[in-house]
């Protein structure tokens, strides 16, 4: 089992930036590939960003890339999101989410999931 919680969110306003973390504890996380998925008011979860249990594959969504990264820092059994020039269209629940395989883009194949942090982008 894998516990993840998730924190950094909040109200910033359109150009702003945010940097949201994700606290891994349980069993070996650092061996797990990690993901971010958002979900806005009635809308579907989506991916956004994922990378691999050493850090050096990283994927993301084409409606974030160039704006947010990920990483992580195995030591701290954390992983990050850095999230820059945010957009209306960027609010949402953003989830972290944990498999004991290769990062993927689809939200099935992940098996442990945080409770979300809101962030909430301003125009």
């Known amino acids: 089992q894998v516990q993840l919680v998730e924190s950094g969110g909040g109200l910033v306003q359109a150009g702003g930036s945010l940097r949201l973390s994700c606290a891994a504890s349980g069993r070996t996380p650092s061996s797990y590939a990690m993901g971010w998925f958002r979900q806005a008011p009635g809308k579907e979860r989506e991916f956004v960003a994922a990378?691999?249990?050493?850090?050096?594959?990283?994927y993301y969504a084409d409606s974030v890339k160039g704006r947010f990264t990920i990483s992580r820092d195995n030591a701290k059994n954390t992983v990050y999101l850095q999230m820059n020039s945010l957009k209306p269209e960027d609010t949402a629940i953003y989830y972290c989410?944990?498999?004991?395989?290769?990062?993927?883009?689809?939200?099935?194949?992940?098996?442990?999931w945080g409770q979300g942090t809101q962030v909430t982008v301003s125009s």
């Open positions: 989410a944990a498999r004991a395989k290769i990062a993927t883009t689809s939200i099935r194949e992940y098996d442990y």
């Open positions: 990378i691999s249990w050493g850090g050096r594959n990283t």
